[in-house]
């Protein structure tokens, strides 16, 4: 590890070990957090670092290694007592009261009391010191749901150093903030370092880590990949470091992969988004789809692939821009609506907003069908029966009996009954995020073949998959993402390289 300045760290971890059934998150991992700086933790998804964070704060408890706070061992058996001893936590989803003041929600719980009565005055007085100790404009007196997302950070914040934090994490807290809120929460942040606080700060936005962090540690598959300053490693080294690619490639292709030309239009598009963006979520952005074309999406996790796609489905609305289907323009408000016009929507989510765990593999499979025709137009039993047959065929769904809950299929089968549902709705575009993650590499071949073949069918595809080589086997253009911008639109003409992409992710650049 490099050297720091002569202090001690205020939190060390020695050889953390976490094992959930069947998977090592953490395997012997350390890390060092020193007073009065911003150091952020990175990695891809499945990294390790959410799992490190809950052992930080007591929601987990490790399975082997030490913490170490102040130069004294701790156990952490929850997270009232990491609170106590001095870690706290905000979240990106701020888990305050909205119906309580501001004043109220820094003292929950904590309240100043006289005579056995909480002490108002006294809890007003000492909640707009607090806020002005860091240079905020804000009435204590307001309910904080009359606030903002990111004003409702800052009390978090507020309230987290209050309770004598030593150390601050803060989890993705710029997520759904915009420039100006993002310019906001730093200052607090470069505040509360300069009196000392150690930030652990949690983020997939890589210029964000460079602009506030001074230090980074970088874990993939549950391992310390390494410790290093910030002014030490560049981008496109990070990204390299965060999923295994060869930095010497890297540095070669840093300039030049995204000076690739646009692929050149071979016919009309079947949807064409114009400027189109959602405020908090994606930037505005143009993209094509031609009719037995598949466009892979890439990029880091949290860079937006996910956010861009939703819109495309009405499944969140757009706040900019506009999407012409063919030669029309369309309002693609809901998921009905797309659905319409012939898009259908794997989401990435399979458990939560893909499959119904409860139903059989058969109603799983008619829902999307009988949702277009409308529920009161069912579809005979005997006509649910014929289809799920057919398509458990088609797919190879295992078992292959309709009336098996879904919730006991494999991964790779549970996916084949998702991709069941939509294709019997015969789309004309079909979005796929991450249709392949989590299952054996026969399912995964499956579902590649498939998409394949669909696109030599005419059909008009949108793959998504943090795999770039699984990206480039099957698009013929790949569009790239970093910090919810789409930064580049490469063609996939036998010379694009994982490399390529990594580097074009690492510079930022649009193309």
């Known amino acids: 590890m490099p050297a720091h300045p002569a202090q001690q760290p205020v939190l060390e971890v020695h050889g953390i070990r976490k094992e959930f059934p069947g998977v090592v998150a953490l395997d012997g991992v350390d890390f060092r957090l020193f007073p009065g700086e911003v150091h952020a933790l990175m990695g891809e998804n499945g990294a390790g670092k959410s799992t490190l964070i809950k052992v930080l704060t007591g929601v987990y408890e490790s399975g082997g290694g030490e913490v170490v706070l102040s130069g004294r061992p701790l156990h952490i058996a929850g997270p009232l007592q990491a609170q106590q001893a001095g870690i706290s936590t905000v979240y990106q989803e701020v888990n305050l009261c909205l119906n309580l003041s501001v004043a109220e929600n820094i003292f929950i719980g904590r309240e100043p009391r006289r005579l056995g009565l909480i002490h108002w005055s006294a809890l007003r007085r000492r909640a707009a010191e607090l806020v002005a100790d860091l240079d905020l404009d804000i009435d204590v007196t307001a309910p904080l749901g009359s606030y903002s997302i990111a004003v409702q950070q800052l009390v978090a914040i507020v309230r987290a150093v209050d309770v004598s934090a030593k150390v601050l994490i803060l989890d993705e807290p710029t997520s759904s903030l915009d420039r100006d809120e993002v310019r906001q929460l730093f200052a607090v942040i470069r505040r509360l370092r300069d009196q000392g606080v150690a930030i652990l700060f949690v983020s997939h936005f890589l210029d964000q880590i460079y602009e506030i962090c001074d230090r980074m540690t970088i874990l993939r598959n549950g391992k310390l990949e390494g410790e290093y300053p910030i002014s030490e490693l560049s981008q496109v080294e990070l990204v390299a470091r965060m999923i295994g690619g060869e930095l010497g490639s890297l540095e070669e292709l840093s ?60 499944a969140d609305r757009s706040t900019q821009g506009s999407v012409r289907i063919e030669d029309a323009t369309v309002a693609l408000r809901t998921p009905r609506t797309a659905i319409s016009y012939g898009i259908a929507f794997c989401s990435e989510d399979r458990k939560n907003e893909g499959l119904v765990a409860e139903l059989t593999v058969r109603e799983n499979i008619i829902l999307a069908l009988q949702a277009a025709r409308g529920w009161t137009r069912p579809l005979s039993r005997a006509k649910q029966d014929e289809i799920a047959r057919r398509w458990i065929r088609s797919l190879d769904i295992r078992p292959d009996n309709p009336e098996a809950l879904v919730r006991h299929l494999s991964g790779g089968n549970q996916q084949k009954v998702l991709l069941a549902r939509w294709l019997i709705t015969d789309p004309r575009l079909l979005i796929l995020d991450e249709p392949t993650r989590g299952i054996d590499i026969g399912a995964k071949a499956e579902i590649q073949k498939l998409v394949a073949a669909l696109a030599r069918d005419g059909m008009s595809v949108l793959f998504i998959s943090a795999e770039l080589e699984e990206v480039l086997r099957l698009s013929h253009r790949v569009g790239v993402l970093r910090d919810r911008r789409l930064v580049a639109e490469l063609p996939n003409d036998g010379s694009l390289t994982p490399e390529h992409i990594m580097a074009t992710i690492a510079s930022g650049a649009r193309s």
């Open 255 to 314: 300039g030049s992969a995204r000076r690739e030309p646009a692929a050149p239009a071979t016919a009309v598009p079947f949807l064409r988004a114009d400027g189109l963006g959602r405020t908090g979520a994606i930037e505005p952005y143009d993209l094509g789809i031609q009719p037995g074309e598949v466009v892979g999406l890439a990029g880091l996790l949290g860079s937006g692939r996910t956010e861009a796609a939703r819109l495309l489905f009405g």
